[in-house]
């Protein structure tokens, strides 16, 4: 395609090339998100002052406190949340979480110090906090989701590279329900190449970056040619790239994917250090203690609820309650791992059965270990697999210091060869009720996926990364996305 061409392509889906848009409607959920905390903050505190006599507050009252708003903007905006593009889910997590602490405290403090006592309003307060990230992320993601389907939001980008790192690139900006980079134009310097690529066009030019700010304003350029030598990426980025106000460089790290990656200085010669952070005896005490309190907690909340599952599963099919089946932990040692039985009794038996007449069935276990229509699974079976919650006694090995609440899905020994090379790497921590692959692609996830979404986790993990696939697992179990 030339220039002349790729200008009519244009112009016809795109006006805009800010963010601005982007940036207003994140100030304007938050805004809501904000308040609704507040609402909630105040509403818990005026139930629990009837039951307890804690003094009085209205719930209306809480939109009196809207002139605090803008400090909660104002904060957001230090921590770079506007428009906090292409942000890693856990970083806008930690964001939102230190601005809202920073916040209420603020509020909380100046309160103290104008009445000198404290009051059910600063409760209020100390509960909005706790839930404020909560609701925050919550009104973003459907703040992305309208942006996405309305085309309204995203940033117009020039991707430098039609190679595998390019196509890679694109497919993933391509792919992204949300509303950051939208790439229109692939800049590329084999002439032999195709004219578009995945519906967007492709200009066998790459020294044409000045020409295109200067037409269209386009403000950000990808770089995906970690193949180019030195000097000619050198020139390209001088010449070309400098042209556009934000560029990325995506080198050649394919075996890397870490947003931790921190640069050293050895006498000059610049290191990347991407260190395993669960490696750290302080990291994993953390994880640790995540782990305990959020067993604790969560178990208290629910513990109705799995007395009620256990009694109907006494009812709906003859057999134990429980089911535990024997996995391979950390460092390949293995244990039982506990969960509620959904299939009849005998299942082992009825599966080789199921294999010996139905070939095409068998042929899909050995891919996946897993059956979509598996005719052994109770009534009950179906509802508690839908919505993962047969693996809630899985509770029991956290609390026994064999699984973790987030990390790899724990295996069988027959599933070791699907990992590969990857394994023992991969099983070097604790496996986890939930993970990185399973509130991304769960039972639809081929094990190159799984592999790729586990070694993410490994490379990146934070406790902000852990609460984040917690918040996401609330939302998978709830609508029962992928599972069978």
């Given at each position: 395609?030339?220039?002349?061409?790729?200008?009519?392509?244009?112009?016809?889906?795109?006006?805009?090339?800010?963010?601005?848009?982007?940036?207003?409607?994140?100030?304007?959920?938050?805004?809501?998100?904000?308040?609704?905390?507040?609402?909630?903050?105040?509403?818990?505190?005026?139930?629990?002052?009837?039951?307890?006599?804690?003094?009085?507050?209205?719930?209306?009252?809480?939109?009196?406190?809207?002139?605090?708003?803008?400090?909660?903007?104002?904060?957001?905006?230090?921590?770079?949340?506007?428009?906090?593009?292409?942000?890693?889910?856990?970083?806008?997590?930690?964001?939102?979480?230190?601005?809202?602490?920073?916040?209420?405290?603020?509020?909380?403090?100046?309160?103290?110090?104008?009445?000198?006592?404290?009051?059910?309003?600063?409760?209020?307060?100390?509960?909005?906090?706790?839930?404020?990230?909560?609701?925050?992320?919550?009104?973003?993601?459907?703040?992305?989701?309208?942006?996405?389907?309305?085309?309204?939001?995203?940033?117009?980008?020039?991707?430098?590279?039609?190679?595998?790192?390019?196509?890679?690139?694109?497919?993933?900006?391509?792919?992204?329900?949300?509303?950051?980079?939208?790439?229109?134009?692939?800049?590329?310097?084999?002439?032999?190449?195709?004219?578009?690529?995945?519906?967007?066009?492709?200009?066998?030019?790459?020294?044409?970056?000045?020409?295109?700010?200067?037409?269209?304003?386009?403000?950000?350029?990808?770089?995906?040619?970690?193949?180019?030598?030195?000097?000619?990426?050198?020139?390209?980025?001088?010449?070309?790239?400098?042209?556009?106000?934000?560029?990325?460089?995506?080198?050649?790290?394919?075996?890397?994917?870490?947003?931790?990656?921190?640069?050293?200085?050895?006498?000059?010669?610049?290191?990347?250090?991407?260190?395993?952070?669960?490696?750290?005896?302080?990291?994993?005490?953390?994880?640790?203690?995540?782990?305990?309190?959020?067993?604790?907690?969560?178990?208290?909340?629910?513990?109705?609820?799995?007395?009620?599952?256990?009694?109907?599963?006494?009812?709906?099919?003859?057999?134990?309650?429980?089911?535990?089946?024997?996995?391979?932990?950390?460092?390949?040692?293995?244990?039982?791992?506990?969960?509620?039985?959904?299939?009849?009794?005998?299942?082992?038996?009825?599966?080789?059965?199921?294999?010996?007449?139905?070939?095409?069935?068998?042929?899909?276990?050995?891919?996946?270990?897993?059956?979509?229509?598996?005719?052994?699974?109770?009534?009950?079976?179906?509802?508690?697999?839908?919505?993962?919650?047969?693996?809630?006694?899985?509770?029991?090995?956290?609390?026994?210091?064999?699984?973790?609440?987030?990390?790899?899905?724990?295996?069988?020994?027959?599933?070791?060869?699907k990992y590969g090379d990857s394994y023992n790497r991969i099983f070097s921590i604790k496996p986890g009720l939930s993970g990185m692959w399973q509130v991304s692609g769960r039972s639809h996830a081929n094990y190159h996926d799984r592999i790729t979404y586990d070694s993410y986790y490994l490379q990146?993990?934070?406790?902000?990364?852990?609460l984040w696939i917690i918040f996401r697992t609330i939302g998978v179990v709830l609508f029962g996305k992928g599972a069978y």
């Open positions: 395609m030339i220039l002349s061409e790729f200008d009519i392509w244009y112009r016809k889906r795109y006006r805009r090339t800010s963010s601005s848009l982007t940036s207003v409607s994140f100030i304007i959920s938050d805004f809501a998100a904000v308040l609704i905390t507040f609402a909630w903050g105040f509403f818990l505190v005026r139930v629990y002052g009837f039951i307890h006599d804690y003094g009085s507050i209205n719930a209306k009252s809480f939109i009196t406190y809207w002139r605090y708003l803008p400090a909660f903007i104002v904060i957001f905006y230090i921590l770079q949340l506007y428009p906090g593009i292409s942000l890693a889910p856990s970083e806008e997590l930690r964001r939102f979480s230190i601005g809202s602490v920073i916040v209420y405290g603020g509020i909380i403090l100046s309160r103290l110090i104008e009445y000198g006592y404290w009051d059910s309003i600063n409760t209020a307060f100390i509960i909005s906090c706790i839930f404020s990230t909560f609701f925050l992320l919550i009104t973003r993601s459907i703040v992305h989701w309208l942006l996405h389907i309305t085309s309204l939001g995203g940033i117009p980008t020039v991707i430098y590279g039609s190679g595998g790192t390019g196509r890679l690139v694109l497919k993933c900006l391509l792919d992204k329900r949300k509303s950051d980079y939208i790439p229109v134009l692939i800049l590329d310097d084999n002439p032999e190449g195709e004219d578009t690529h995945m519906g967007i066009p492709v200009i066998h030019d790459t020294t044409i970056g000045q020409e295109i700010v200067k037409r269209y304003k386009i403000k950000m350029a990808i770089v995906a040619m970690p193949n180019l030598e030195p000097q000619k990426l050198k020139n390209l980025i001088n010449t070309s790239v400098s042209a556009f106000r934000y560029n990325v460089i995506i080198p050649d790290y394919s075996s890397i994917s870490t947003i931790w990656m921190s640069v050293r200085d050895f006498n000059g010669i610049l290191g990347i250090d991407i260190s395993n952070k669960l490696k750290l005896k302080w990291n994993q005490g953390v994880k640790r203690f995540l782990d305990i309190m959020m067993v604790i907690t969560g178990g208290i909340l629910i513990l109705p609820l799995l007395l009620i599952i256990a009694l109907i599963i006494k009812i709906n099919s003859p057999g134990p309650v429980l089911y535990k089946h024997k996995r391979l932990g950390k460092n390949g040692k293995y244990f039982y791992a506990y969960k509620f039985r959904s299939m009849v009794v005998d299942a082992e038996q009825q599966l080789h059965k199921i294999f010996d007449t139905n070939p095409e069935l068998k042929s899909e276990w050995e891919k996946t270990h897993k059956l979509q229509n598996d005719p052994r699974i109770t009534g009950i079976g179906k509802i508690l697999r839908r919505t993962s919650i047969d693996e809630f006694p899985q509770l029991i090995n956290i609390i026994k210091g064999e699984m973790s609440v987030v990390g790899p899905r724990p295996i069988v020994e027959e599933e070791v060869k990146n993990w934070s406790i902000w990364l852990d």
